[in-house]
């Protein structure tokens, strides 16, 4: 477990232990034979007001960390604190609340939209059920809402699809802000937007933070992104934490051979300087979740590796009092 250095008071969300298992059932009887571990004891902290990106491959299970906090999926076990109040197993009108406070911007931001409500009734939605506005008052926070997100107001009886990719999302943010939330996931917001649009998504994202004092947990395959909006990050790997740290830290000085070989495959624009850089190929593939390998997880697929690595799972050593990893052999790579 990763131990937060972090001023209680300055905490906004805090994570122990969490877990993400999908039971596997097979047979006439429906029985138990395993599971599938999308999360696999991750602890964490986010302090108010800041940005923290969990980054990794696809599968590695950050868009389920990402569920279970805001409760779409349910942890099979850990603790989710949010303002010091255990939400882990919210239910009914506490759920309703959680729902308030957290909100969550989605990578399609097509799908996310229903096809058949207007603009105006999308956003309208989360407004109504939560009784914050009504009337006159909810057409003058509807207005409001599209201006923060750079959209005119005329369009809030159009349908999703008159609208372009970046202008859905700037939608499906004016719908994350509508109930005023403290915690925004945004489970990669920008991936499926041209890279034009891409920087004008984040610039408002972090406009928007800094003019309503928001925090966000970012999460996002593409380090380059990450690279520009964050302040802590960690690194993810087959459902478990490998590296964290602030993001100076983390880009500057990486420990963990995994946080290396992501590093060093970001595309760099001048050739001359590409073709000096060292570029880690890793062999092999992710293991399965549902059958992690003995040890430490990236074993398997880790140039350094040594005995040790394949009989034990290493604890967090601490590099820095913000940065950690998990990897027994940190001072000698």
């Known amino acids: 477990m990763l131990a937060s250095t972090l001023e209680t008071s300055d905490v906004l969300l805090q994570v122990n232990g969490l877990k993400k ?25 986010v302090k ?8 990794g491959e696809s599968g590695c299970g950050k868009s389920t960390t990402g569920k279970c906090l805001v409760r779409i999926e349910d942890p099979t076990s850990g603790s989710i604190v949010l303002n010091n109040k255990n939400i882990t197993s919210s239910h009914g009108k506490e759920l309703l609340d959680l729902r308030r406070n957290i909100q969550m911007i989605f990578q399609d931001p097509y799908s996310s939209l229903n096809p058949k409500h207007t603009i105006r009734e999308s956003i309208s939605e989360p407004l109504v059920n939560f009784r914050i506005a009504k009337g006159a008052e909810l057409e003058k926070k509807l207005t409001n809402l599209m201006e923060i997100v750079g959209l005119s107001p005329k369009y809030l009886d159009r349908y999703p699809h008159e609208f372009s990719g970046g202008q859905r999302q700037r939608i499906g943010i004016a719908r994350a802000l509508a109930v005023n939330p403290e915690l925004i996931i945004c489970d990669e917001p920008v991936s499926a937007l041209d890279v034009s649009i891409q920087s004008q998504i984040l610039n408002l994202l972090k406009d928007l933070q800094q003019e309503f004092q928001l925090t966000y947990i970012f999460i996002s395959h593409d380090l380059s992104v990450v690279h520009h909006i964050s302040d802590r990050v960690a690194v993810m790997y087959l459902g478990r934490i490998v590296e964290m740290g602030s993001k100076t830290e983390l880009f500057n000085n990486p420990k963990h051979p995994y946080t290396k070989a992501l590093l060093s495959s970001i595309p760099i624009a001048n050739p001359d300087i590409d073709n000096k850089q060292d570029r880690i190929i890793l062999n092999g593939d992710v293991p399965s979740p549902r059958n992690p390998p003995n040890g430490c997880y990236f074993h398997t697929r880790c140039p350094y590796k040594k005995e040790q690595c394949e009989n034990s799972y290493p604890d967090f050593t601490s590099i820095s009092e913000t940065h950690k990893t998990a990897c027994f052999y940190v001072n000698e790579i």
């Not at 108010?48 to 980054?55: H, L, N």
């Open 21 to 45: 298992y999908y039971f596997i059932r097979e047979g006439i009887f429906g029985g138990v034979t395993g599971s599938i571990n999308a999360v696999d004891d991750i602890s964490f902290t």
């Open 48 to 55: 108010k007001g800041e940005t923290f990106s969990i980054v």
